[in-house]
């Protein structure tokens, strides 16, 4: 009866995990080593995801239902980076909460960008402009920052439950989401993969209809996949931490970050500045707005290849609000005359930095 109160004394006693008073506090080396990865990473995350979502706000043709995900996930990674060095400055404070709660807004999204393409490939691929909506899509995003921060913050002035929430159901809530994840997109792959041998032999439109509907899928694969590499450590020793503290010693101790958990975060951080770089490389819609948005802003620049006008195919910005997602919906564009990568859906975009169709 006195060792659990004695327990429950200490527990009210302690505060939010602070790195100032963790084990990286006991070596310079470490603290600096921390203090200067932080910097340079949230650089790169605010540069990267400024231009992201400048991008997106800037052209309307990027405004549709997979890409409203990726600019959620764009702008919560912003703040992210805006958010980390007020909390290495305040240190323990409800900005632990703040940023805690815009790694959740981030885990949601790339659930939802699973479960999105699910639906068009998977369950609804006729149907799913009726099931994903925009409006539908903003609303779901609204909703992931109104819950988390209504939830998380308002418990950053309890450290018993602060630490139960973010340290112990955190952690495990992203194991849950990578296995999720995980199985959602092997049912997509096999969707994929049972569609194309059916398709050997059809025309060469429909195969391009395909081959499309893949490539969204690997791009939004490899930003889930980025995720979960970079928070998984995290995760494992964050639960490793709480193993040790409520386990093993079967007695209650402040939560204390160790040096292992300090650098885990940093990974877990260098996913937000590596996500543009993945939005450039496998989505051509995002990687030529950019492309129009440094016309924009400079216009004297002069766009180097493949962005030139000496390749055609690299020239075009495909008028996404036209084309669909759905593997079977090239049946209805062939049934309406209209061509999947015709000249009518293009963009030429010029060294000027004008637009002609």
Request: overall charge positive.
């Amino acid at each position: 009866m006195t060792a659990n109160l004695t327990n429950t004394t200490l527990l009210k006693k302690c505060t939010m995990p602070d790195i100032y008073e963790s084990d990286v506090a006991d070596s310079k080396t470490a603290l600096k080593g921390i203090f200067i990865s932080l910097v340079i990473i949230c650089v790169l995350i605010v540069f990267g995801n400024t231009v992201v979502v400048s991008t997106f706000l800037h052209y309307r043709k990027l405004r549709r239902p997979r890409n409203i995900f990726v600019f959620n996930l764009a702008l919560t990674d912003l703040s992210a980076g805006l958010m980390m060095p007020i909390q290495v400055l305040v240190g323990a404070s409800v900005t632990d909460a703040i940023g805690s709660t815009f790694v959740v807004i981030s885990l949601l999204t790339v659930l939802a960008i699973a479960v999105e393409r699910f639906i068009i490939i998977v369950v609804a691929p006729t149907k799913h402009r009726d099931i994903v909506t925009k409006r539908g899509v903003i609303t779901t995003c609204v909703c992931f920052w109104v819950i988390p921060l209504a939830i998380i913050v308002p418990f950053s002035s309890y450290t018993e439950a602060y630490i139960l929430i973010v340290l112990n159901l955190g952690p495990w809530l992203m194991i849950f989401v990578s296995i999720a994840v995980v199985i959602l997109y092997g049912a997509i792959f096999m969707k994929i993969r049972r569609h194309e041998r059916r398709m050997r032999g059809k025309s060469g439109s429909k195969r391009n209809e395909l081959r499309e509907a893949e490539r969204v899928v690997k791009a939004f694969a490899l930003i889930v996949a980025l995720f979960s590499a970079c928070w998984l450590p995290w995760a494992i020793e964050a639960l490793r931490i709480n193993f040790s503290l409520y386990i093993i010693t079967h007695e209650a101790r402040c939560f204390r970050g160790t040096v292992a958990f300090y650098v885990c975060l940093c990974i877990g951080l260098l996913n937000s500045a590596l996500n543009p770089l993945a939005y450039w490389w496998r989505l051509p819609d995002f990687r030529q707005g950019v492309v129009k948005l440094i016309h924009t802003v400079l216009p004297c620049y002069e766009t180097p290849e493949p962005f030139g006008s000496h390749s055609q195919k690299s020239d075009k910005f495909p008028d996404s609000s036209r084309r669909d997602d759905g593997l079977l919906n090239i049946s209805k564009d062939i049934s309406h005359g209209r061509s999947v990568a015709g000249p009518s859906h293009c963009v030429n975009i010029t060294t000027n930095g004008t637009a002609k169709r």
